[in-house]
């Protein structure tokens, strides 16, 4: 992490006013697994708690079997829409755990795969897109130069950090972060944290 660090202070002087300001890196990952991209699901487009709470109730449903393609697959509808699962997400959960369970996603096999290959592998899943599979790349199976050019809060932080008058486009975050690579994925976690945002999958 101390070459990130110098990387960034060195080559941006913004991005090393931006990291004295938020201290130290302090990322919390995630497993890269099912687990992991069944929440992620969950937590689209919803507060932390609300997320949280139905998260904690599916969790409590599947039981002993854990969180596994299987467990989500056997457990009906009704049951499903009672913990709180919206019926777009029902299916989005769905589609992953058939998906999961036909061996059609290997999660065991991400890590092998490059960036790419990764986000071309999760977005085949209903309901995942280019920005949630960029956030599996950061937060579970830690890749270092990750830029997630249309996310909000990037793109909200480079126009505070450098003064723009409007807020960027994401050719625009693109130029900026040149500089930052091979990090940016640390860079990222930074422009998050000097919002006061959430850096977290």
Avoid at 55 to 69: K, T
Avoid at 83 to 101: D, I, N, T
Wanted: charged fraction near 20%; hydrophobic fraction near 40%.
């Amino acid at each position: 992490m101390r070459r990130a660090l110098h990387h960034l202070r060195t080559s941006d002087p913004v991005m090393g006013r931006i990291i004295e300001q938020v201290g130290p890196y302090q990322i919390e990952y995630r497993e890269p697994g099912f687990d992991t991209m069944v929440r992620s699901i969950i937590y689209q487009q919803l507060s932390g708690k609300a997320a949280a709470t139905i998260y904690r109730r599916l969790a409590e449903a599947v039981g002993g079997a854990g969180m596994c393609p299987q467990a989500v697959l056997n457990m009906r509808t009704t049951r499903l829409r009672k913990l709180g699962v919206s019926p777009q997400k029902l299916k989005y959960l769905r589609h992953l755990s058939e998906l999961s369970h036909q061996g059609e996603l290997d999660f065991a096999s991400l890590d092998r795969m490059s960036d790419a290959d990764v986000i071309e592998s999760l977005t085949r899943v209903k309901g995942v897109g280019v920005w949630t599979a960029q956030m599996f790349l950061i937060f579970a199976l830690r890749r270092p130069d990750v830029l997630p050019l249309a996310d909000l809060g990037i793109q909200n932080a480079v126009q505070r950090a450098y003064g723009l008058e409007n807020r960027p486009s994401p050719k625009e975050v693109e130029a900026h972060g040149a500089c930052w690579r091979p990090w940016a994925s640390v860079a990222s976690w930074y422009l998050w944290r000097s919002l006061d945002g959430p850096a977290a999958l």
